[in-house]
């Protein structure tokens, strides 16, 4: 079974930093890995996707990159705001059983103004 | 631009009530999933369609069935529910790539 870790937990910054959040997972077996944010009681908001067959997605200030062999991926947010803060979750697809998908239990970034 | 709706948004069961949660998809997906998320314990997949007609337990089924509907809807049933099933729960749906999410909906049982 694919296990998902993220860390750290809980990350606070200050406004204006650089910063990465980290997720492995134990199965390099994978078809996609794609990283959501999601704010207090609210659903999931796709953030960045990358194939298997990709080492990096970019958009905006966010860029995810993949290492498939040593799995891991992580999540760097450049020039950090306030309205980044939110919990970020990342997920690994597997093709072969119906593209399930399977979560870290999440970073929760504040950033401090 | 619809997405991925579920229904209700919030709802209070007593145990023992049964309910059903509606998700419904406007995106042509194949594929359709339901997940409960509980505190330090991420999403966890209860059951998922790969297509039409198929549905398939996931890591966390017991207590809950499913019915897809048709390509759109695809929806979560708890014939008895029990306080265990509090949660927040997120119906979502992909084709073969990358996945969307519902809003979700937020249980509470007494």
């Known amino acids: 079974k694919q296990e998902v870790t993220q860390i750290p937990a809980a990350l606070s910054v200050p406004e204006g930093e650089n910063l990465v959040l980290n997720c492995s997972f134990t199965?390099?077996?994978?078809?996609?890995l794609q990283w959501f944010r999601q704010d207090p009681g609210k659903g999931l908001t796709s953030l960045l996707l990358?194939?298997?067959?990709?080492r990096e997605q970019t958009s905006g200030r966010l860029n995810a990159s993949l290492d498939k062999s040593s799995g891991r991926s992580t999540l760097y947010i450049a020039a950090s705001q306030p309205g980044d803060s939110a919990t970020y979750l990342c997920?690994?697809?597997?093709?072969?059983?119906?593209?399930?998908?399977?979560f870290g239990t999440g970073t929760s970034l504040t950033v401090i103004p | 631009n619809a997405g991925v709706t579920q229904t209700p948004k919030f709802q209070v069961l007593k145990t023992g009530q049964s309910m059903t949660l509606q998700c419904a998809q406007d995106?042509?997906?194949?594929?359709m999933y339901w997940y409960r998320q509980d505190p330090g314990m991420g999403l966890r997949l209860i059951y998922y369609?790969?297509?039409?007609?198929?549905?398939d337990k996931g890591e966390v089924p017991n207590g809950y069935n499913v019915s897809r509907l048709n390509k759109r809807e695809f929806s979560l049933r708890l014939e008895s529910a029990a306080p265990s099933q509090t949660s927040v729960y997120f119906c979502?749906?992909?084709?073969?790539?990358?996945?969307?999410f519902g809003q979700g909906t937020r249980l509470t049982v007494v």
């Open positions: 979502a749906s992909s084709l073969r790539t990358e996945a969307f």
């Open positions: 199965d390099s077996a994978i078809y996609n």
């Open positions: 990358i194939q298997s067959s990709q």
């Open positions: 997920a690994v697809g597997h093709r072969n059983t119906g593209n399930q998908f399977y």
């Open positions: 995106m042509n997906h194949n594929s």
């Open positions: 369609s790969a297509s039409e007609g198929t549905t």
